[in-house]
């Protein structure tokens, strides 16, 4: 074979490679470009089971688009803790996460944290089912908060994404 007939064949291969690649990083393209936004999904585990939880209510950080979901109920009997695993969307923001207990007369007991309490890069929290006696845990919800203004200039956090896990 003569050299300008291999650079011929050589070109022609490598030209059809180009196209070929092009054409489907054009495929993947459209197929982001027109794919619903993603929101961020926890999961938790208690005593041998595992959950995946979509956000209870989730809107932009502009508080747009708004859209509410439900609560998803995982068993975690006395004494096991709840362990929820964040996604990277959430590490590293400001998160609140409220455990709500019922006391022996039903009354609803919370036993709030935030991201302030734990390392800036955790990825799960463990939940105690039992952290007093007489407390028994019935559910959690992680709250990501973003800084809002009032009309008088008073700054306050809100939340912008909830999950939301009943336990009992």
């Known amino acids: 074979m003569s050299t300008n ?44 089971e595992a959950v995946t939880v979509p956000p209870f209510y989730f809107c932009t950080v502009r508080m747009e688009n708004c859209e509410q979901g439900d609560t998803v109920f995982l068993e975690v009997p006395a004494g096991n ?34 991201y302030r309490d734990h390392p800036d890069d955790i990825r799960a929290l463990t939940v105690d089912s039992n952290p007093e006696p007489g407390l028994e845990l019935i559910g959690v919800e992680l709250q990501v908060m973003i800084i ?6 008073r700054e306050f956090s809100i939340p912008h994404a909830i999950w939301s896990i009943k336990t009992a």
């Open 5 to 48: 007939r291999f650079r011929t064949t050589l070109a022609l291969a490598l030209a059809g490679i180009l196209v070929l690649v092009a054409g489907t990083a054009g495929v993947v393209w459209l197929l982001a470009r027109d794919a619903e936004p993603h929101k961020p999904e926890l999961t938790a585990y208690a005593h041998g």
């Open 81 to 114: 803790p709840l362990q929820i695993s964040l996604p990277s969307e959430v590490v590293g923001t400001p998160w609140e996460l409220l455990p709500l207990y019922a006391d022996e007369n039903g009354e609803v007991v919370e036993k709030p944290s935030s």
């Open 148 to 153: 809002a203004i009032d009309e008088t200039g």
